[in-house]
Nanobody, 127 residues
Framework: QVQLVESGGGLVQAGGSLRLSCRASGRSFSSYTMGWFRQAPGKERDFVAGITWYGGSTYYADSVKGRFTISRDNAKNTVYLQLNSLKSEDTAVYYC????????????????????WGQGTQVTVSS
């Protein structure tokens, strides 16, 4: 089990950028697939991006492909999500999640497979 704390959210104009961070505490961070999900008001929580245990595989939702980049620094127990070319439809609460998956080669995209979640960080994009 890991504890996750997100940071980096805020208010930004359309076309702008943000970098979200998620710091994990606990053992064996490098054994976890890490995912970012988001939930807009009145909508379900959706997968945004994920990265396997050593960063060898990443996967993105079609809606963010080419604009968002996920990365991780296992030495710092931190996963990042770089958000570029932001649109108003990116407005949501962004959640970091962890799934124990040592040596995984494929990113799991269903939220039901993630056991640990952060509290979320709000991203608001003004048009």
């Amino acid at each position: 089990q890991v504890q996750l704390v997100e940071s980096g959210g805020g208010l930004v104009q359309a076309g702008g950028s943000l970098r979200l961070s998620c710091r994990a505490s606990g053992r064996s961070f490098s054994s976890y697939t890490m995912g970012w999900f988001r939930q807009a008001p009145g909508k379900e929580r959706d997968f945004v991006a994920g990265i396997t245990w050593y960063g060898g595989s990443t996967y993105y939702a079609d809606s963010v492909k080419g604009r968002f980049t996920i990365s991780r620094d296992n030495a710092k127990n931190t996963v990042y999500l770089q958000l570029n070319s932001l649109k108003s439809e990116d407005t949501a609460v962004y959640y970091c999640a962890a799934r124990i998956a040592p040596r995984a080669t494929v990113v799991h995209t269903s939220q039901t497979g993630y056991n640990d979640w952060g509290q979320g960080t709000q991203v608001t994009v003004s048009s």
